[in-house]
């Protein structure tokens, strides 16, 4: 035996060896929110419930709201404001639909552990259950807004190809990992810092802006691509920038008289490329948001 080496004791007979001891208060991580599925369809079902309490007309308030946006984009947008952009209002709803469901994520998700403090405290559960269910009911609230504009899409005219389902795909993955990623994180920063929630608040307000929306992302590509290309591809970075461009394509782009050339004149080259790197970044980014929840969710009874 080498020198500094300590046999263990032997077990006596009859005797079970000692299991090491675990945190009773830490499970699987997300493996166990997909094990314990049936406590993720009740919080789920819990949060549809108290949004809608009261309400004599209930979820169809989920069609009614972005059936009333749609119409005002396209009507009072599209119609009034500006004519020199092709189905302007139908260029906002199509972004409006990726944007709209990340900052639900940055709201939602920020405060779904903050929220369900009790249960936090009171039972032993996979906490990340509370950030993945205020995704699922955002995801829940993003599908009627997809009715909508394939509806509108229909009635102004709309000639998909392959490409076309293939980005509608590639921008529903991105939101839904980023959604996640960031529905992780802040909800357990939030535990900590409570000055969270108003950073959420400011973000959100950001988010508008800095990504085309509103504005075409031909503006962007004359003022940025040649004279600022640093500040450029910044600007492409942004995950949820790809989002809508690919939502762009999906659906507003065959809508236009020229697909082609609006593709050309209104989309970044390479979008699929950056779309395919964007899903793989986003995956890192929840295991990274998954690795400081593991960690800091050990205090988190303590901190409510």
């Known amino acids: 035996m080498s020198a500094g080496t300590v046999k263990a004791p032997p077990i006596p007979s009859g005797e079970k060896p000692l299991l090491p001891l675990l945190n009773p208060g830490r499970v699987g991580g997300l493996r166990d929110v997909i094990r314990r599925h049936y406590l993720l369809k009740l919080l789920v079902r819990k949060e549809l419930k108290v949004r809608y309490s009261g309400s004599s007309v209930g979820l169809a308030w989920s069609y009614v709201k972005p059936a009333v946006r749609f119409a005002m984009y396209y009507w009072i947008v599209g119609l009034l404001i500006s004519h020199s952009m092709e189905n302007r209002g139908l260029h906002i709803f199509s972004g409006m639909v990726a944007v709209h469901f990340i900052s639900n994520a940055f709201s939602a998700g920020c405060r779904s552990v903050v929220k369900n403090s009790s249960l936090v405290k009171k039972i032993n559960m996979p906490r990340e259950t509370f950030p993945v ?145 964007t899903i793989v970044a986003g995956l890192l980014f929840v295991w990274l948001a998954q690795a400081v929840f593991a960690r800091l969710e050990l205090r988190f009874a303590e901190k409510l």
Request: aromatic letters at 12%; one cysteine or more.
């Open 133 to 277: 269910a205020s995704i699922m009911v955002s995801a829940y609230h993003m599908f009627p807004m997809y009715v909508i504009m394939i509806i509108g899409c229909l009635f102004v005219g709309w000639h998909p190809d392959m490409t076309a389902f293939l980005a509608a795909l590639m921008s529903l993955v991105i939101v839904l990992i980023w959604g996640l990623g960031v529905a992780l994180l802040l909800s357990a920063w939030n535990v900590f810092f409570r000055d969270t929630q108003n950073v959420v608040d400011v973000i959100q307000t950001l988010i508008t802006w800095t990504t085309p929306m509103i504005y075409p992302f031909g503006i962007v590509i004359d003022k940025l691509e040649q004279a600022q290309p640093l500040i450029y591809q910044i600007y492409l970075a942004n995950p949820l920038c790809i989002a809508v461009l690919l939502n762009n394509r999906a659906f507003w782009i065959p809508t236009s008289s020229n697909p082609k050339e609006a593709a050309l004149q209104e989309l970044p080259a390479h979008l699929f490329e950056r779309g395919a790197i």
